[in-house]
């Protein structure tokens, strides 16, 4: 799914409305129902007290759409409007004057703090004060007002993004954001929806299509894409009856040191388990016995010394690398992955202490194998956000870090991991951002695990990209089946690696069998 900015939606709007030859306000007849109609298929018009407090631009005016809805259908429901600025829109009149002669209620108007509802619990309140838009109302009445809302414990449903805050820009002021239980969004997703300073204020959504026109909606560059089920299901390269091992690529895990062997462990096995033909960990010697009793599918070389890695050396042409996973800081480890980024012509999946001792010998960033031919075989770095920060250096702000990644991508050649509650793969401009994985992921070892499933993937033939994309979509949904099965908190690495076949299967699953799997 695509997600727009604010002005490439504002010109979606503009497009639909020539092309449909329809009226701006019957646009916003057309989203206000489908507010009214996620309302009315919930609440049967029980009679709780429905409370919309509507802004003066074209999200009031959305606001007065349902509240006239409501009322018409029976439902307790009282519009309130900010009443912030003389400035309104046509389409916040045009409606205004709709909802007082069809309901004979004329919406509230609201002042100052003076005019503060009381509010139940029990209430529902429905935030159409602003919308996507950079305008925003002056006046401290009104910050106040949203943090009154804030407080109150009554349910609060936001019309397509929270108020207060921004569709893609950075978080202004958190204190003057309406935090919504749940957000009912118009066509897609918002960029913020997903960045972990403004996501907070977004718990749930749902993407309500209002019929916006389907053909600048697929000819127009998104900001980012949302990676779900349907887009993984194109992904997914099926094989064929005669395939052997050989045809899905030969692995190399290169990972561990004393202590950390169990890193090689899950890191291996995941290789494996997602699908790769054959799988070689190097390690120290110290995890040979470990390697080979827990993974007896992988083979096993050892390095000289016992506890580090000190020179990485091996009689095949792997189909791509895995480094970083446990391998420590040792000086001599890091000459070791000088040499063989030198040395080596196959895309690399760079984790963990591999990324750390990049980031404290930035000379290794030019050594990193560039794609030569075929196309897509770049290396990918897969940092969490401390990791990040050591790469690219402090940011202001979730869009700044962005940019900074995206500028570091295009600079040398490599896909961008960020790893996160939504993690985002950049490649140059790109941002692809996963709608998979819970917080039981937050575990030790779910990042090793995710470095051996992109590294199988890439050792099959996937480009690296669709490997990255690919990989972080089904080590999500794993995590998704296991904590089905055990909880948030008993999740551990392994049952992430455990349920990897289940994200394969849940892939075509029928909607009967994803229930299943779900619960």
Known sequence: MKIFSAAQLYEADKTTVEKQEITSEALMERAGTQIFQWLHQRLN????????????????????????????????????????????????LANYNKIKNATKKWPILMKGEEDFPEINPEDIIVDAIFGIGLNRCSGGWVK???????????????????????????????EAVLRANHTLTFQTPKLSFFLPETAPFVSNFDVLDIELDMEFLHNTEPLAELISRPEAQRFYQPRGKFSHKGNFGHALIVAGSYGKIGAAVLSTTAAFRIGAGLVTAFIPKCGYTILQTT????????????????????????????????????KVTVEAMKRLFKNSK????????????????????????????????????????????????????????LEKVKKFSNKHEVVVVIKGAYTITVYRNKLYINNSGNPGMATAGSGDALSGVITGLLSQGYDSLLASVFGVYLHGRAGDIASGQIGYEALMAGDIIDNLGEAYLDLFASEEEEQITND
Request: charged letters at 25%; a negative charge; proline letters at 7%.
């Open 45 to 92: 018009r029980a009679p709780i007290p429905i409370r919309i407090f509507c802004g003066i631009g074209d999200n009031g005016g959305d606001g007065l759409v349902v509240g006239r809805l409501l009322i018409e259908q029976g439902y307790n429901a009282i519009v309130y409007v900010v009443n912030c600025s003389d400035k309104r829109s046509q389409n916040f």
């Open 144 to 174: 106040k007002l949203i943090q009154y809302l804030n407080e109150n414990k009554a349910f609060k449903l936001a019309i397509d993004i929270p108020s207060g805050l921004f569709s893609n820009s950075p978080l202004e002021d958190k």
């Open 295 to 330: 993974i007896p599918e992988a083979m096993v070389i050892t390095d000289k010394e016992e506890e580090f890695i000190s020179e990485v050396s091996v009689d095949f042409e792997p189909s791509a690398i895995g480094i970083g996973m446990g391998i420590g800081k040792n």
């Open 346 to 401: 196959v895309p690399f999946v760079i984790d963990a202490d591999a990324l750390n001792n990049i980031s404290e010998n930035k000379e290794l960033l030019n050594l990193i194998p560039k794609p030569c031919l075929p196309a897509g075989r770049n290396s990918v770095l897969t940092p969490h956000p401390g990791e990040l920060k050591r790469l690219i250096g402090e940011w202001k702000n979730d869009y700044e870090k």
